[in-house]
């Protein structure tokens, strides 16, 4: 019994961190497996219980069936937590996919092909789905809008003349991994990729989120060193796995993360001094990206957090419908609500 329980809270934490879509569909199938075989086990021992019950007060063994009578209550209460663990999983599971599905549109849209429906059997390359961008606007919608971008980047409407300011215009632009590489249906060439950035693109800081070991398995190993060479510059300090967060117990990864884009914006981070156009990415340009984007927006200060997250979503639809990757953002908001409070001045 002991054992059976830990099963399930071993099953249960896997489907927790699961990384993969796959990995989560064969637990949620055993979760399933697991407390329907708890329902007829409740089922059947709340059948028998009444008839042990009465067995108890006529028969002269009357502990060993009172024993059997906890036995089957306590199996009754762990059947009873196992199916509310289920079923909050399940509503898990359902708040994903309808998130994710509210995000991505009723069509589906191919990551780098401009908003084009994605033929089935496309095999994406850097010829036939040439890299873009999704900028995302930094000031409020009163006064910027979001573009996305197919050819020679154009500043957003509502931004002030750089030459009029004397202050370089910074832009911030989402997208997925230059030059990925995975099974027969994504083979992007990274020297193609990185050569629009630069010169169509005209990207001068690129903002990595993906480890190296996850940089390794999809043929992107050297892609810091080959960003350099390009001549644009890097920054990979703060890279986490797909479709988690920074960091699950720390707000410090984020902070990181945020005030160097904050400074990259700015123009105080050493490594975009003179940046003018700043992409980040992750694999896929929504997940990790988006909280990168929303974590800019947060602290610069100009944003709500749901006014942050539509911004995203407006700027790259399919960004932010983790429940996991929300809750780490409401964690940020309230953290950084509670600090601007400490640091009013006493009246």
């Known amino acids: 019994m002991v054992a059976a329980l830990f099963l399930c809270l071993l099953l249960d934490w896997l489907l927790l961190v699961g990384s993969s879509p796959q990995r989560a569909c064969v637990l949620y199938v055993s979760l399933a497996s697991l407390a329907f075989s708890g329902v007829l086990l409740s089922v059947v021992s709340s059948l028998v219980q009444p008839f042990l019950e009465s067995l108890c007060v006529a028969s002269p063994c009357q502990s060993g069936l009172r024993t059997t009578v906890r036995v089957l209550v306590f199996l009754q209460t762990a059947v009873a937590v196992e199916l509310l663990s289920f079923m909050l999983f399940a509503l898990n599971a359902a708040v994903t996919w309808y998130l994710g599905r509210a995000g991505r549109g009723q069509v589906k849209v191919d990551e780098a092909s401009h908003g084009e429906e994605k033929p089935i059997n496309r095999v994406e390359t850097s010829e036939s789905c040439p890299f873009h961008i999704d900028f995302l606007p930094l000031e409020p919608p009163s006064t910027h809008s979001a573009g996305r971008v197919s050819g ?9 003349d750089s030459a009029a300011t004397g202050v370089p215009e910074r832009r911030v632009g ?5 030059g990925r590489q995975r099974g027969l249906k994504l083979r992007r060439s990274l020297p193609a990729d990185l050569s629009r950035l ?9 903002v990595t989120l993906v480890p190296q070991s996850q940089l390794m398995e999809v043929g992107c190993g050297g892609l810091v060193a080959a960003v350099e060479a ?12 797909d479709k988690w967060v920074p960091s699950s117990w720390s707000l410090l990864p984020t902070l990181e993360l945020g005030d160097a884009l904050v400074g990259m914006v700015k123009g105080t981070e050493e490594v975009a001094e003179s940046s003018r156009c700043i992409l980040i990415h992750c694999f896929g340009g929504k997940g990790r990206t988006g909280v990168a984007a929303v974590a800019l927006l947060l602290l610069l200060g100009k ?6 997250v539509k911004a995203t979503r407006n700027a790259r639809p399919g960004c932010i419908h983790n429940p996991l990757q929300l809750l780490h953002l409401i964690w940020l908001q309230n953290f950084l609500a509670a600090n601007k409070a400490r640091r009013r001045p006493s009246r």
Request: proline share 5%; aromatic share 4%.
């Open 174 to 178: 989402m997208g997925v991994l230059p």
């Open 152 to 160: 020679v980047a154009t500043a957003p409407a509502g931004s002030r």
């Open 230 to 241: 390009a001549g644009m510059r890097s920054w990979s300090r703060v890279a986490w796995r």
């Open 198 to 206: 630069r010169d169509e693109l005209r990207v001068d800081c690129v």
């Open 303 to 308: 944003h709500s957090l749901s006014s942050a």
